[in-house]
T-cell receptor, first 112, second 115 residues
Framework: SQQGEEDPQALSIQEGENATMNCSYKTSINNLQWYRQNSGRGLVHLILIRSNEREKHSGRLRVTLDTSKKSSSLLITASRAADTASYFCATDASRGAQKLVFGQGTRLTINP | DAGVTQSPTHLIKTRGQQVTLRCSPKSGHDTVSWYQQALGQGPQFIFQYYEEEERQRGNFPDRFSGHQFPNYSSELNVNALLLGDSALYLC??????????????FGPGTRLTVL
């Protein structure tokens, strides 16, 4: 079963606008990671946020984590056509070997 | 610096056959995890190998098995293929069973089609 649920399932915006995607999960976690996937290819790691962190930035990406609500959000600012992809959140809740549990993803389309 | 590589890129098999997929981890990494991604879904964890042993396993039947070699590369074997095994199979590597960064780096995947 999948722990994370992304919302919305699909998002279409104009180039230059900001895109926000949300992720909810069910159990306590060690960390939460966001990945991007283009057209069914491999996953590209975007950012990792630990359970004791509340916000992280990387370039045009901003990730927040609210462990009390078991939710995270990914904000992409000043979107570009190249940002068109599927975005997945993945949680690591295992005590031993790392095991990522992915949501079903948000399909982001940036219109020129 | 070579990233995670997988072979083959695409594979077509028929029901009942067996398949072997291969993965070479990113340079400096010694842990390999395998994921299955059905069309339109997120990846699902199959299992993880470290020091040539299976360390953790997801909810997959015994038809799915693996191996890790001394050079850290890994194979995923699937026996008695079913139509439902059609998916993108992703390999991910990391350093150590649990490292400080806890980031897994993914390969481009192998697209398996079962007819």
């Amino acid at each position: 079963s999948q722990q994370g649920e992304e919302d919305p399932q699909a998002l279409s915006i104009q180039e230059g606008e900001n895109a926000t995607m949300n992720c909810s999960y069910k159990t306590s976690i060690n960390n939460l990671q966001w990945y991007r996937q283009n057209s069914g290819r491999g996953l590209v790691h975007l950012i990792l946020i630990r359970s004791n962190e509340r916000e992280k930035h990387s370039g045009r990406l901003r990730v927040t984590l609210d462990t009390s609500k078991k939710s995270s959000s990914l904000l992409i600012t000043a979107s570009r056509a190249a940002d068109t992809a599927s975005y997945f959140c993945a949680t690591d809740a295992s005590r031993g070997a790392q095991k990522l549990v992915f949501g079903q993803g948000t399909r982001l389309t940036i219109n020129p | 610096d070579a990233g995670v590589t997988q072979s083959p890129t695409h594979l077509i098999k028929t029901r009942g056959q067996q398949v072997t997929l291969r993965c070479s981890p990113k340079s400096g990494h010694d842990t390999v995890s395998w994921y299955q991604q059905a069309l339109g879904q997120g990846p699902q964890f199959i299992f993880q190998y470290y020091e040539e042993e299976e360390r953790q396993r997801g909810n997959f039947p015994d038809r799915f098995s693996g191996h890790q070699f001394p050079n850290y590369s890994s194979e995923l074997n699937v026996n008695a293929l079913l139509l439902g095994d059609s998916a993108l199979y992703l390999c991910a590597s990391s350093k150590g069973l649990r490292n400080a960064a806890d980031t897994q780096y993914f390969g481009p995947g192998t697209r398996l089609t079962v007819l």
